[in-house]
């Protein structure tokens, strides 16, 4: 009998073996993720607006399309030089940043800021504007949204190595525009 179902194993399999290689396309799973808790940890060596909420923006869009975004949770705690993008006194350099938190705000996002890295770069409480909330610490903060079940996102590890599209990739391996 375990000789019959081998041989059966081996029949229905054997087409998938054959067909696999190379060549063969990935397959796209769009199976739905459930509600997701997450905590971003921004602390950027650049005050970089666009480029520290473009993860939050990209996960939201991801939320949208294969989750249910409604009943998800975004909580960014911010300690590094992005801050310096968040406070008001420096809305002549950043003025997109007022209608950027605006819009994160508006989608249920949470802003915290540490106080200490607040202190230390020379601002106060009330220096940011209103859509984001001073905490005592990052640290403490982190903690605390981790404890609650977040899962902890840091933006800032990717933020080193810049993107390559294909195109640059091509340009400088020319061989492989003629394996397409």
Known sequence: MSKLIAILLVGLLSPVLVHAGPDTPSKFDPTPYAPQKALYDFNF????????FGYVLNHIKALKEFSDFDKSQIV???HGNELHTMARKNRAIYPEMYDALKELNSLGVKIRICRNAARSRGYGPEDFYEFATVVPAAVIEIAKWQNEGFSYMYPAAASTNPRITREQ??????ELEMAD
């Open 45 to 52: 060596a650049e005050p970089k607006p666009r480029q520290s």
């Open 76 to 78: 960014i705690v911010a």
């Open 169 to 174: 990739l091509v340009e400088k391996y020319p």
